[in-house]
């Protein structure tokens, strides 16, 4: 069995930081990409930013106010993000791609939730 929990998140006034943090544990052989998606009230699931084998891509929205990285060693990705806006207020999910049993397999996490307040 293969888990990815969240921490981090929080309430925070406009332009404040917060740093988001997702360790997958269990039967893990290998992990692909690893990224973080968000939902806010009413609208759909997005991607916000993805790291697979060091390289890095991020949602416009987010390009220059969030980093995402990876510390291979203890399974686990992160997602500082500084300037935060009312806008990016959401539910953020941890998503990695996991090979447990000899293929790979998607992988959510149950998702905490980021208030930026005005």
């Known amino acids: 069995q293969v888990q990815l929990v969240e921490s981090g998140g929080g309430l925070v006034q406009a332009g404040g930081s917060l740093r988001l943090s997702c360790a997958a544990s269990?039967?893990?052989?290998?992990?692909?990409?690893m990224s973080w998606y968000r939902q806010a009230p009413g609208k759909q699931r997005e991607l916000v930013a993805t790291?697979?084998?060091?390289?890095?891509n991020y949602a416009d929205s987010v390009q220059g106010r969030f980093t995402i990285s990876r510390d291979y060693a203890k399974n686990t990705v992160y997602l500082q993000m500084n300037t935060l806006k009312t806008e990016d207020t959401a539910v953020y999910y941890c998503?990695?791609?996991?090979?447990?049993?000899?293929?790979?397999?998607?992988?959510w996490g149950q998702g905490t939730q980021v208030t930026v307040s005005s």
């Open positions: 269990g039967r893990i052989i290998s992990i692909n990409g």
């Open positions: 998503n990695a791609l996991i090979n447990s049993r000899g293929s790979y397999n998607n992988y």
């Open positions: 790291i697979t084998a060091g390289i890095t």
